[in-house]
């Protein structure tokens, strides 16, 4: 951007740093809040009032904590009177409407500022100050991780607890935290979302400036049957985040002892040392029970190490001590493979049982390694140091010299884990994408034609062959299928698909057909097909009296030998909409939910990504004779399909099973659409924003040369980097205010996948010398979430200046922000640019000198007109 992002509105700013603070209630609970309040320090003026004195009090507090069980509308009106900033309320939400400031709650625990000495909640004592930032809805959970943080030595900057989340939730605390340059850690609880797009993006953004955690205390519930398991949901949707997703206490302590106190993972390899050779053993099992292989160190680190260990358990991982080695021997151990360049990226330095000098007080070996805590500071390092008040002992000491230490193999391999998993993710959000695009052009008529015959039937589901013109009109090859009346017609439709055939039943009711024997393989001629559609019509009306029977389908049967069966499932999930399931295909394991899962939109790198994850992802490489399967043909499988979830809010579920995946490509054999009839257009039943195809639009320089003008895209990376490469050196200082050689992988990965419900990048791209499309320039707009304002950079390649590239850009800029009802667009420029300012006054910005910096000038420009 030309400067930095916007600051924060007025009104969360008096709610999330409040300089005066009014408790409103009465009896016990109002008055622990006062307590807590007045205990913890804070500077400003803390007032209490009956609500019925609100009127009266001295100042309109920037905070007041509503401590009542009563109906909150009539108070949240009198504070709004007063002039309040902001509200907490522990009881109830309001129900109805009427004026009243933003607020917490309902049933919130309140707000926690250390470093401000404001603890306006329901906790006590208030935790020291620290790096970690709680964002969460259950007080009993909030109580658990302040107590154990405590236990850890650790602090918080901010512990937000939003209750019900009716108001001020997770996108507004999410925002003001991704901002707080004090909180280098975000634990986030999840009981229920409200936003899921807002929550999504502003943990995106949150997550690309720490490490952020989150856990999901919904109560667990069993997936529809053709529905996706909600943990896998939300997983996903937090995968795609760039954040940790943990699924249970045990792992969300971890993380607070792990990613809090150590620098991140460089790499994943682990090296471990051990005291004792049956502790490394269980360490290495625990590991690998995390997908995490220990391999053995490289030759010359292994000829360093031999210097402190013996030559076999040197060139081992674990590397196991001698018994006879001095106290000190596992600390010079775990400084070595710090010090040693490429020996490892993690160190879990694991002792033996022994004997304390006295209890209360630390061993000798604890000692010695807590010495080496800087080390942490190179690479993260671990302790697993079992035994009980003894032990405990030296895991205080090594914990208070910031070395996470655990009384067990599997809770220290756990932590690990989460480093490993938080460097994935942070290596996932800067993975570049290839720019190939996968070109879809749907028959959009067809798939209407086809929900329309539904819909004047009065149906919510569709036929297998309506399923299947559907994937057609997607591009998604299905089994050839003919229709066929009754039993007497079905050996016709037979004979002019060619033998062996699939005889199936023809029903909008029967989702599962093989249930009710509503399948049958293998038919060899005219005559088995006809015996088999007489006894299955028999059989349906037997089992299933009240389903809808259309007649039959007649498959040709493909062959499975050089195939390998796979399933992919759209479904809805209550929290975060429309996901995306791929895996094993056949009945065992659809029971199984055996599924790797997604969010929509896919690009190839993301449906790769997907396939890799799942189960079947090894078969799909061959297995036992079966060549590999076409993983291309299946990831573009997966990108059209979540382009129909996204054209077609209507479409509720769609099952393909089994999906057959070769190595000559891909083919449906049985497909199910369940429909919506209240969805309602639009993308609202999305959690990510899909890329907006429609503001693409071409134009002509003066020389002549066809431009286009559109949205960036994750698949802009390489062009993007190349883009840079080609502005001037003064045009890079006037663009980013400092010199800058290149641009990081991340930067670029910032840059092109952007979150378009909170910002926007328009491109201009032109052919290139061998017809690969060129960036030419391009401008951004950044939304404040807080506010109706946003801020624009804009930058035209060097070579491309003065045909009008940049007027165009800016005006595809301002078109999209009145759209999106930005009050004004503001910008930073170097005083000295007189092109830039000319530029932007031409196109009606006024400007002024910058509050702070005498270098800069802030460019205006109300929208609102």
Request: net charge neutral.
């Amino acid at each position: 951007m030309l400067g930095t992002l916007p600051t924060h509105a007025a009104p969360l700013a008096r709610l999330f740093r409040p300089a005066s603070v009014a408790v409103i209630g009465e009896g016990a609970p109002a008055t622990a809040v006062l307590a807590h309040l007045r205990a913890g320090g804070f500077a400003g003026p803390v007032r209490h009032a009956a609500p019925e004195a609100i009127d009266a009090l001295p100042e309109a507090p920037d905070l007041a904590v509503v401590v009542t069980d009563a109906p909150p509308e009539a108070i949240l009106a009198r504070l709004a009177a007063r002039g309040a900033g902001g509200a907490i309320l522990t009881g109830p939400a309001p129900t109805a409407p009427g004026p009243r400031p933003r607020f917490l709650g309902g049933h919130a625990l309140g707000l926690i500022l250390p470093r401000l000495g404001l603890n306006a909640s329901l906790v006590a004592p208030m935790p020291a100050p620290g790096p970690l930032a709680l964002v969460g809805q259950s007080r009993g959970f909030a109580r658990a991780l302040i107590d154990h943080a405590a236990s850890l030595g650790l602090g918080f900057s901010a512990v937000i607890g939003l209750g019900r989340n009716e108001d001020v939730g997770f996108t507004a605390s999410l925002d003001w935290l991704a901002r707080d340059p004090g909180t280098g850690a975000i634990l986030i609880e999840v009981s229920g979302i409200k936003d899921r797009r807002g929550f999504l993006s502003a943990a995106r953004a949150a997550a690309r400036g720490r490490p952020v955690v989150a856990i999901r205390t919904t109560p667990d519930r069993e997936a529809e049957e053709d529905g996706l398991p909600a943990d896998a949901v939300f997983a996903a949707a937090l995968r795609r985040a760039g954040i940790l997703c943990v699924d249970g206490m045990d792992a969300m302590l971890a993380a607070i002892s792990t990613l809090a106190r150590l620098r991140p993972l460089n790499g994943e390899r682990i090296a471990v040392a051990a005291g004792s050779r049956a502790l490394g053993a269980l360490v290495a099992r625990a590991l690998a029970r995390h997908g995490i292989a220990l391999a053995p160190p490289a030759e010359p680190v292994a000829a360093a190490l031999g210097l402190l260990l013996p030559p076999e358990s040197a060139r081992s991982n674990p590397m196991i001590l001698e018994d006879s080695a001095p106290p000190n021997r596992l600390a010079e151990v775990a400084a070595a493979l710090a010090g040693i360049p490429g020996a490892a990226d993690a160190v879990i330095a694991v002792q033996a049982p022994g004997v304390t000098p006295a209890e209360g007080v630390a061993s000798p070996e604890a000692e010695a390694l807590a010495a080496t805590a800087a080390l942490g500071r190179r690479l993260p390092l671990l302790a697993v140091w079992p035994g009980g008040a003894r032990g405990e002992a030296d895991r205080r000491r090594l914990d208070g010299a910031g070395i996470p230490a655990f009384p067990t193999p599997e809770r220290a391999a756990a932590a690990a884990a989460l480093l490993v998993e938080h460097h994935r993710a942070r290596q996932a959000a800067r993975e570049l994408p290839p720019r190939t695009v996968l070109a879809i052009d749907p028959d959009r008529a067809s798939v209407r034609r086809v929900l329309a015959v539904a819909h004047r039937a009065g149906r919510t589901t569709l036929t297998e062959d309506e399923a299947f013109a559907v994937l057609a009109a997607y591009g998604i090859p299905s089994v050839p299928t003919r229709r066929a009346r009754d039993p007497e017609s079905t050996a016709a439709a037979a004979a002019a698909l060619g033998f062996p055939v699939v005889l199936k039943i023809r029903s909008p009711d029967l989702a599962h057909k093989t249930a009710v024997g509503g399948v049958v393989l293998d038919l060899e001629d005219e005559a088995a097909v006809a015996r088999a559609a007489a006894a299955m019509a028999a059989r349906i009306a037997r089992l299933a009296p009240a389903a809808r029977i259309e007649g039959f389908l007649v498959q040709r049967q493909v062959g499975r030998r050089d195939a390998q069966e796979t399933a992919l499932r759209l479904a809805r999930d209550p929290m975060f909409g429309v996901a995306i399931g791929f895996g094993a295909g056949g009945v065992e394991a659809a029971l199984r939910g055996d599924m790797a899962v997604g969010l929509p939109p896919l690009n190839l790198a993301l449906a790769g990504d997907l396939i890799a994850r799942s189960r079947i992802a090894p078969l799909l490489a061959g297995h036992r004779g079966r060549p590999a399967a076409d993983r291309a043909a299946l990831a573009e499988v997966l990108v059209r399909v979540s382009q129909l979830a996204v054209d077609w809010p209507e479409i509720a579920t769609l099952d393909v099973n089994p999906l057959m995946a070769g190595p000559s490509g891909v083919m449906a054999v049985d497909g199910w659409i369940a429909l919506d009839p209240a969805a309602r257009p639009g993308t609202a039943h999305l959690a990510i924003a899909p890329y907006p195809a429609e503001l693409e639009e071409t134009m002509r320089l003066p020389d002549g040369t066809a431009v286009t003008l559109r949205p960036i895209r994750p698949e802009d990376a390489e062009a993007h980097a190349a883009f840079f490469a080609r502005l001037s050196p003064e045009d890079i200082r006037r663009r980013f205010f400092a010199p800058i050689a290149a641009l990081s992988a991340e930067q670029i990965a910032r840059m092109t996948q952007i979150d378009y419900d909170r910002e926007m990048a328009f491109i201009a791209t032109a052919a290139g010398p061998d017809g690969t499309p060129e960036t030419l320039g391009v401008v951004r707009i950044v939304r404040d979430p807080a506010s109706a304002e946003g801020e624009f950079a804009v930058v035209v390649r060097s070579d491309r200046k003065g045909q009008g590239l940049g007027r165009a850009l800016m005006r595809k800029a301002l078109g999209w922000a009145r759209r999106q009802g930005l009050a004004a667009l503001t910008g930073e420029v170097l005083a000295e640019n007189e092109p830039m300012r000319a530029f932007v006054e031409r196109l009606g910005f006024t400007l002024a000198r910058h509050p702070e910096d005498p270098e800069l000038l802030v460019a205006r420009r109300n929208l609102a007109a």
